[in-house]
């Protein structure tokens, strides 16, 4: 016990307490023989007190030492290679609750508002402005890249990328947490994630559309690379939409067939189940029951047809994606529009 | 009498043992029993353990790796009904480059790849074979010289 | 996340195998099953991850063993305990325990670790051909058998017999069956228990 608490309490931690040099005033390092013998007895208690006083408060950036916040502003800009404006990226990163807190604490010291305004503007216009460009492209990059896709599954996979997790993450990545005027903190998703938005549409002010387009399909639309599309869309029954798809197209009816199977009798048993049509092989998955690997034979097979399936070529970015043809207008096609289509004909041919 | 002279005979202590130990236990906080909680002891089991994981990273991984790879693709080869070293003898006449690892990469991560090299190695045997079959090619007679 | 585990479930899923062990050798045998149950017929191998595969072995009762083995061929055993050694040969070990032959020859050919014992639970030994139902129902496949099956002469018909084409007939006065091995055999130590 005693020697893994010196162990842990003099470890890794302070390995970097054991370098042997001092920093001089001068800041440079002058090399020291040795440790001194009061360190030991120092760094342990310097531990002990960490662990009686518990974690440092998480504190903003802005309290430490070195901080300006137009330099820090400039410098987002330039790591992500935009030329923005100072004043839209200033208003980009000012929320709404910054102003209120700022008005109410000015009011507090007995300052006039009125007579001496702050200046300020906040980001709800350019969020508004980013998110409907936002929302606008990752629609239409999708549906040129997938013109086959359902127009169901398009729009779960805009949700999914336009939810707050995802940009959120995406804005604490490139460092958009630290930079934010607001109330909270530590910021909350669905801030981080307007304000994002508020940064595209501060490009698209400054330089256009076309240049925030290509920040959101460089950020946003990058997060489904590796992804599991078919998991974004949950189809609830994807037999039947085959069946409708298949009907459409003039194929004949899907007809499940069991290729493989190992261990009925334990609890590890497997199945493998094929969908033929016409006797094509359209799309075959395993599961744990005849039920589920059917089910997800369908998926597959839908999944295939919407070229989303593992051998389909993977996105275009970059230089190749700005040569793309995109599909603002005309929507792809409605898998519950199919479905009702493929109801009632049935109802017409059971009724012939 | 007074020794003035005396404070220079304290002799100084040096650096404290402290830090010497804990390098040392940084790798031997896992041993078994005494080895691992006193100083003296460990240092010959450390010694011999550095000693072995030196020798395992030079060789035996080497070995062990070489023999999971061979496993894997003769595994792969299988399927297809090729033998492991057929097939690599063949993919290097053929000029192939690919070594072990990424094969048995191939035959779990990319096994329609690895079917058609099992492919290619399949063909190139039957060329030979239809090869060797053809008498003009390997007899001379007296009336064709 | 539903696709990627059924592909996962499919990929460390379990195959049961059969393999007919009817006039087939024990030794051989062991080298072509054992691989199945240490899983180093897929690609995914991996001495640590537990891949292997289910075996039925079925008819061991007729096992075949080539020359003399199943007179001279020894099977030990050593209790731990002074005076607990004990041996048996190959016939006699079979005649108490038809799969035990085959049992001890896989369990040899395994390396002494402690993977072992688990291997050797997912070996089914069935003496004849009836296998309970619940095992049967979850074989997929079968492992292709070491030897082939000679027919035995008494195995064909009187017609095919006397049809088969022959270089010489045998002369009236030779006395045809008069071959038999003549030995006595020692009765061994009935020591061995199973």
């Known amino acids: 016990m005693a020697a893994s608490l010196v162990r842990s309490t003099l470890g890794c931690q302070f390995a970097r307490f054991l370098r042997p040099s001092l920093i001089t005033a001068a800041g440079q390092t002058q090399s020291q023989r040795g440790v001194k013998r009061y360190m030991r007895a120092y760094l342990k208690e310097l531990y002990n007190r960490r662990l009686r006083v518990g974690p440092e408060k998480l504190r903003h950036r802005s309290e430490f030492m070195n901080w300006n916040y137009n330099a820090e502003i400039y410098a987002f800009g330039k790591r992500l290679g935009e030329e923005f404006s100072n004043d839209s990226l200033q208003a980009a990163f000012t929320h709404r609750s910054y102003i209120e807190a700022e008005e109410a604490r000015r009011a507090d010291l007995g300052i006039d508002v009125a007579s001496a305004p ?39 996979i805009h949700d999914h990328l336009m939810s707050d997790d995802t940009l959120s993450h995406i804005a604490s990545h490139i460092g958009i947490g630290d930079l934010m005027l607001c109330s909270d903190f530590p910021p909350e998703e669905s801030t981080l994630s307007k304000n994002f938005l508020a940064v595209v549409g501060a490009l698209e002010t400054d330089k256009g559309v076309k240049r925030a387009e290509s920040l959101v399909r460089d950020l946003v639309l990058a997060q489904l690379v590796g992804k599991e599309l078919m998991e974004l869309w949950s189809v609830t029954n994807p037999m039947g939409l085959l069946m409708a798809v298949l009907d459409s197209q003039g194929r004949g009816p899907p007809e499940p067939r069991l290729q493989w199977q190992a261990g009925q009798r334990t609890i590890m048993a497997v199945y493998q189940v094929g969908i033929y049509s016409d006797k094509q092989l359209i799309g075959q998955s395993a599961g744990e029951r005849v039920t589920i690997a059917e089910d997800m034979a369908a998926q597959d097979a839908l999944q295939r047809m919407m070229g989303i399936g593992s051998g389909h070529m993977p996105l275009t970015f970059r230089t190749e994606a700005d040569k793309m043809e995109l599909r603002y207008d005309p929507k792809n096609i409605s898998a519950e529009e199919l479905m009702q289509t493929y109801e009632l004909r049935q109802k017409e041919n059971s009724v012939s | 009498m007074v020794f003035l002279t005396r404070i220079l005979n304290i002799r100084a202590r040096g650096p404290d043992p402290f830090w010497k130990r804990q390098f040392a236990k940084r790798l031997t906080w896992n041993f078994y029993g005494r080895r691992r909680n006193c100083h003296k002891l460990s240092l010959n089991y450390l010694r011999r353990a550095l000693r072995y994981s030196t020798e395992y990273r030079s060789k035996l991984k080497t070995i062990n790796m070489d023999n999971l790879f061979e496993t894997r693709i003769a595994a792969g080869c299988a ?36 079917q058609s090299l099992c492919e290619v190695v399949k063909r190139s045997h039957a060329e030979i074979f239809n090869n060797n079959l053809n008498p003009s090619r390997r007899i001379f007679t007296k009336g064709m010289l | 996340m539903a696709t990627q585990r059924v592909l996962q479930w499919r990929a460390f899923a379990r195959t049961w195998w059969l393999y007919d062990a009817a006039n087939q050798c024990p030794f051989v045998s062991a080298y072509r099953v054992v691989p199945y149950l240490q899983g180093k017929h897929k690609p995914i191998f991996h001495p640590l991850s537990d891949v292997g595969d289910h075996v039925v ?22 209790t731990g ?25 896989v369990y040899s050919r395994i390396k002494g670790n402690l993977l072992r014992k688990g291997l050797m639970r997912r070996l089914h030994l069935f003496p004849d051909d009836k296998i309970p139902d619940e095992i049967l129902e979850n074989v997929s496949d079968q492992i292709r058998q070491v030897q082939p099956v000679a027919k035995r002469l008494d195995q064909y018909s009187e017609e095919e017999v006397t049809e088969f084409p022959k270089f010489f007939d045998w002369p009236e006065d030779f006395v045809k069956d008069g071959y038999k091995r003549h030995m006595t055999r020692k009765k061994p130590k009935r020591r061995y228990t199973v």
């Not at chain 1, 969020?127 to 729009?155: C, D, H, N, W």
């Not at chain 3, 009762?61 to 061929?73: E, G, H, L, S, V």
């Not at chain 3, 305990?81 to 190959?90: L, R, T």
Request: hydrophobic share 40%; aromatic share 14%.
């Open chain 3, 81 to 105: 305990y002074p005076g607990g050694f004990s041996k048996a040969s190959a016939w006699r070990v079979h005649e108490i325990d038809p799969t035990r032959v085959m049992q001890l020859s």
């Open chain 3, 57 to 78: 072995v079925i008819n061991t009762k007729d096992i075949a063993m080539q020359a003399d083995y199943w007179r001279t061929f020894t099977f030990f055993h050593h």
């Open chain 2, 79 to 114: 399927e297809h009904g090729v033998e492991y070293s057929p097939f690599i003898d063949t993919l290097r006449e053929n000029n192939i480059v690919l070594d072990r690892k990424v094969l048995a990469d191939l035959a779990i991560y990319e096994p329609r790849t690895f």
């Open chain 1, 118 to 156: 702050l200046g300020l503007t906040d980001n709800s216009e350019l969020t508004q402005k980013g998110e409907e460009t936002a929302s606008r492209y990752i629609k239409a990059y999708l549906r040129s890249s997938y013109p086959t896709m359902f127009e169901e599954a398009i729009v779960a």
